[in-house]
């Protein structure tokens, strides 16, 4: 314990005598007009303040992003206020089935991804792996129900990454660290951005609580991963992304004996596949724009046995083999009304999902038409009304060859207000029912009648919130209220994997807090707060459980001096649900999961325009970093020394 304390207190010693040192000289270049009431585009689906959006957003810019030292857009995201996401494995890595995603406001399979405005989900699943953090310009999250305007799995809430257009540089870079190395390219000039590179993640001893009566202990061994993004925009109105991974992933599990490995056990492999790939036509001046996007998965599990720590040949697995595939096509226009005053958009969505399990030779499809309208009113300059409603018809052939086909229809409704209350603050609420539709590949895991019960989880949320934002400081503070029937949740019904249901009524109440404050171009601090009360009451049952954490806060300070910038940042997840596991490693749980307390610091020097390197240390505290209620872990404490060279 006193090894962790000093190495935190080390840190913070570090940032403040950077803060204290003095010095005030950066390049010009680096020099910028600073606001933080930025122009958004993912809450309304047309460009505008964020003072004058009626909804709760954040913003992170390039600059945030690059000090903070996060590797990937899931470790950006994970720090940001409502999030408590969810992994299987150190560093959010992902094993086949077990797939790391975004969690807001408590809700799991609630939260759309999106790059550039063309969706990335599959399957429920929100993964970012192939999104490298050096091609991003923005991250916009809208937190609350957005199914009107962006259709199923926004119930939570929306995140846009927005990736940068032009540039005139080119970077290589290569790292290394007690655990991971990495080698990579990056480009950008007029029309194009291009990103490769590769990670090479090392061995990670013990990735779970071990218990008492624990049975077995995951471990994590050599794996890497390739990463390629291209984006194209031969002109300013029409662009190309392209991204794609290639993981090839390790994980073994050692059966255990009063807490001691016995050598036996199973090691698995998993080769996991993604490509994301869109085309957008966007004519701001006609304010028209269209989408055309197309995802891929595909996975292919194998397996070991494990004896006297020896591993035997790598076989097919059936688990997780899956084939997975996504085409949609969102078109839509807008006009302003009444000499500008008001603004009405309307859209098309048209999907089309496929899954296949090649181990259990199932195949299913669904067919997405979705119609969505938003009329924003204008009563005065200080006041107006956004009304949207959304007309979806899906239609399904779950497991084609077997009858199993139905169709249904979704109808949600919208209305949010805004008052400005001066030129820097402004008030907003909003009602909105949002819908989530059950994962394809979920209803090859039910078996006889069961198949087909899965349904959608939909209902309401109610939020109000008051923002003040000035070009140098802003404060956000919003309260709501979630009323979700349905809640998807995975069950036991004596499989040998657990299955997806619609386990009863989801219900959450919080209040959520940031501030943002720009000192100086040497000098931003920010912090956060979220409280809440997820909770969830099982059909049959008259009494609500705790489904996650009440409690979030965040911090982080961000300081140049001369040549040096650096950066500590804090995350505190407490008051959180209870495990699946009891004190012995048996299911039953009789305590909650630990706390996290997460402190990382990144520091980056620039010795000239062509030379910087940058040092990143995770997990400061070197805690057993609790993610989820299996009690699997993150990360301990790791660090990376990167050296960039840029021409």
Do not use: C
């Amino acid at each position: 314990m006193k090894s962790n304390f000093s190495k935190g207190l080390l840190m913070t010693a570090l940032i403040t005598g950077s803060v204290m040192w003095g010095g005030t000289n950066v390049f010009a270049e680096e020099l910028q007009e600073y606001t933080l009431d930025q122009m958004v585009v993912t809450a309304t689906r047309t460009e505008a303040r964020e003072l004058e959006v009626p909804a709760a957003v954040s913003v992170i810019n390039a600059k945030e992003i690059e000090n903070s030292g996060a590797k990937t857009a899931y470790e950006v995201i994970e720090r940001q206020v409502g999030f408590t996401n969810n992994a299987y494995g150190p560093g959010g890595r992902e094993f086949g089935g077990s797939s790391t995603r975004t969690v807001l406001r408590g809700l799991d399979k609630g939260t759309l991804v999106m790059v550039n405005g063309a969706p990335i989900n599959m399957m429920n699943y929100n993964s970012m792996e192939g999104i490298p953090v050096e091609a991003v310009e923005k991250i916009e999250i809208v937190r609350g129900a957005q199914s009107v305007l962006y259709g199923a799995e926004a119930t939570g809430g929306v995140i846009n990454i927005i990736t940068k257009k032009d540039g005139n540089r080119t970077t290589i870079s290569v790292g290394a660290g007690n655990y991971d190395k990495k080698w990579g390219l990056f480009s950008s000039g007029k029309g194009y951005t291009v990103a490769v590179s590769k990670d090479y993640l090392g061995d990670v001893d013990q990735t779970n609580k071990v218990f008492e009566k624990s049975t077995r202990k995951w471990k994590y061994r050599d794996s890497s991963k390739d990463n390629a993004f291209v984006s194209l925009s031969p002109t300013d109105k029409l662009s190309f992304n392209f991204a794609h991974t290639e993981g090839n992933y390790y994980r073994d599990s050692y059966t255990v004996k009063n807490g001691v490995e016995t050598g036996a056990g199973t090691a698995y492999y998993y080769k996991d596949r993604r490509d994301n790939v869109s085309a957008i036509y966007n004519d701001k001046d006609n304010q028209f724009k269209t989408i055309v996007s197309y995802n891929k998965r595909v996975v292919s599990p194998y397996q070991a046995t494990l004896k006297g720590f020896v591993y035997g040949p790598n076989k097919r697995a059936t688990s997780s083999d899956w084939n997975l595939n996504t085409l949609t096509w969102d078109t839509q226009k807008a006009w302003n009304l009444r000499d500008d005053k008001d603004t009405l958009v309307l859209g098309m969505t048209i999907s089309k999902e496929e899954a296949e399990d090649r181990s259990k030779h199932m195949q299913g499809d669904r067919k997405n038409y979705g119609l969505y309208a938003s009329y924003k009113y204008a009563f005065s300059d200080k006041f107006d009304v956004t009304a949207g409603i959304r007309g979806q018809h899906i239609s399904e052939d779950y497991i084609k060859g077997q009858d199993k086909t139905k169709s249904h229809n979704e109808f949600v409704p919208q209305i949010q207000a805004l008052y400005k209350l001066s030129d820097n603050i402004s008030w907003y609420a909003n009602a909105a029912k949002s819908y989530q539709l059950p994962p394809l590949n979920q209803f090859f895991s039910h078996t006889g009648d069961s198949v087909g019960d899965l349904k959608p989880q939909e209902g309401w949320t109610y939020e109000t919130g008051i923002k003040h934002i000035t070009d140098t400081a802003s404060v956000k503070a919003g309260v709501y209220h979630m009323d979700i029937d349905a809640k998807f949740d995975w069950v036991d019904i004596g499989l040998p994997n657990k299955v997806l249901k619609n386990v009863g009524k989801f219900k959450n109440d919080g209040l959520e807090i940031e501030y943002k404050k720009h000192l100086s171009d040497q000098f931003s601090y920010n912090l956060g707060a979220a409280f809440s009360n997820p909770k969830t009451k099982e059909e049959g049952k008259d009494f609500y459980k705790q489904s996650d954490a009440k409690l979030q806060l965040t911090a982080g300070i961000d300081y140049t001096v001369g040549k040096l910038s650096s950066n500590l940042n804090f995350l505190y997840l407490g008051k959180r649900e209870s495990s699946y596991y009891n004190s012995l490693g048996s299911k039953g749980s009789d305590h909650s999961i630990p706390h996290r307390s997460l402190l990382n610091a990144n520091f980056t020097y620039k010795a000239d325009e062509h030379h910087s390197a940058s040092l990143t240390l995770n997990n400061l505290l070197d805690r057993d970093d609790t993610i989820n209620k299996y009690e699997n872990w993150g990360m301990p404490f790791n660090w990376m020394l990167t050296y960039n060279y840029t021409f």
